[in-house]
């Protein structure tokens, strides 16, 4: 007998005993995992008219698993339906209400808006009132810093606010929320807040750059430290936060004009389209949103021109003229000077 093929036959003998070892071996709780896997497959019944005279026990021959793209189409439609929804978009997509229901919480959210537009603009207020009274005041009696450039118009933004809201309280005393009409109150403030926003939000890239400056000399940066713990003190008083700092007391202003199109375009989703309101509203709205688009666009022009004027300034310095060249214009120069350097150490000789 050839030892070859006995050493083979030894070989494959060892390799099965492996095999069954390894299985004799193998976890029982990965058995069972694998045997739960496999009971937990979701299928269903095939459709086939062979099977439709199988009575008792059904056939597993004639199950089908569930299919994955079945699967994913499921899934979607499970996310689909657990997905939130905003109050409104509930309130609306909802079949079972009936209108009035649907009108009835429209007026509340509307209620709870013009609540939350109201005491925001008295916060508003409130805020300006004492940052004038004890910082912009006191800095301008010690003379320390330029006032009028770091606060630019701030007093005359209080004003507008002041005047804005007595006309919502004026507007929001109408007992009956049926007669209530606060778009009207925003399209004939639109002028003023047009006006006193635009001088700000222009300058106030300025006041910052100022307030940096001011704030690396350490007497004045004392002057500002002191006025502020005095505003915190306050706010600790009421109740507030007073997370406060000279740069958050300069970007309220214009935190305050970009809020005005959220809420009133809030308010005017919340508004139902038969009520008096909902019209002015619209039109508030528009005209908030264009109150912001003339600001940045007076910003963006400004931009334009601070910028050709430091080019025009630039112009007769030695850095101004280093940016006007092109690498090829400085190239041109540099080989022009290589060759005059050549002729006069007689490297090259001169051309006639």
Not at 76 to 87: D, I, N
Not at 154 to 178: K, Y
Not at 262 to 280: F, I
Request: glycine fraction near 4%; charge should be positive.
């Amino acid at each position: 007998m050839d030892p070859n093929k006995e050493a083979n036959n030894g070989s494959e003998k060892e390799k099965e005993k492996e095999k069954v070892i390894k299985r004799r071996i193998r976890p029982n709780f990965l058995r069972y995992m694998h045997l739960e896997r496999r009971k937990t497959d979701t299928i269903v019944v095939a459709n086939d008219d062979t099977t439709a005279d199988i009575k008792g026990d059904i056939n597993l021959g004639t199950l089908v698993r569930r299919s994955q793209s079945d699967k994913t189409e499921y899934s979607a439609k499970l996310k689909e339906k657990m997905a939130p929804l905003s109050p409104l978009s509930s309130i609306l997509a909802s079949p079972a209400l009936d209108p009035a229901e649907v009108r009835l919480r429209k007026m509340s959210r509307r209620s709870k808006v013009i609540q939350e537009l109201v005491q925001t603009e008295r916060d508003f207020l409130t805020d300006l009132e004492l940052c004038i009274r004890e910082v912009v005041k006191p800095l301008r009696d010690r003379q320390v810093v330029d006032v009028d450039r770091l606060f630019t118009n701030m007093e005359t933004v209080c004003e507008v606010s002041a005047a804005l809201l007595h006309r919502l309280q004026e507007a929001t005393a109408e007992r009956d929320p049926e007669a209530l009409v606060i778009g009207e109150v925003f399209i004939q403030a639109k002028a003023a807040l047009e006006d006193v926003y635009k001088i700000y939000c222009y300058h106030h890239d300025d006041a910052n750059s100022l307030l940096k400056s001011y704030e690396k000399e350490e007497g004045i940066k004392q002057h500002f430290i002191t006025c502020v713990l005095s505003l915190k003190q306050i706010y600790d008083q009421e109740g507030k936060p007073n997370l406060l700092d000279m740069g958050s007391l300069l970007i309220k202003p214009v935190q305050r004009v970009m809020k005005y199109p959220l809420l009133l375009g809030e308010l005017w989703q919340a508004t139902p389209s038969d009520h008096p309101d909902n019209g002015p509203l619209q039109e508030a709205l528009t005209a908030a949103k264009i109150i912001n688009v003339n600001i940045n666009e007076f910003k963006r022009r400004k931009d334009i021109v601070m910028k050709y004027k430091r080019t025009e300034e630039d112009g007769g310095t030695l850095m101004g003229k280093l940016n006007k060249f092109s690498i090829h214009s400085i190239r041109k120069k540099s080989d022009r000077l290589t060759g005059y350097l050549k002729i006069l150490t007689g490297v090259e000789p001169q051309s006639e």
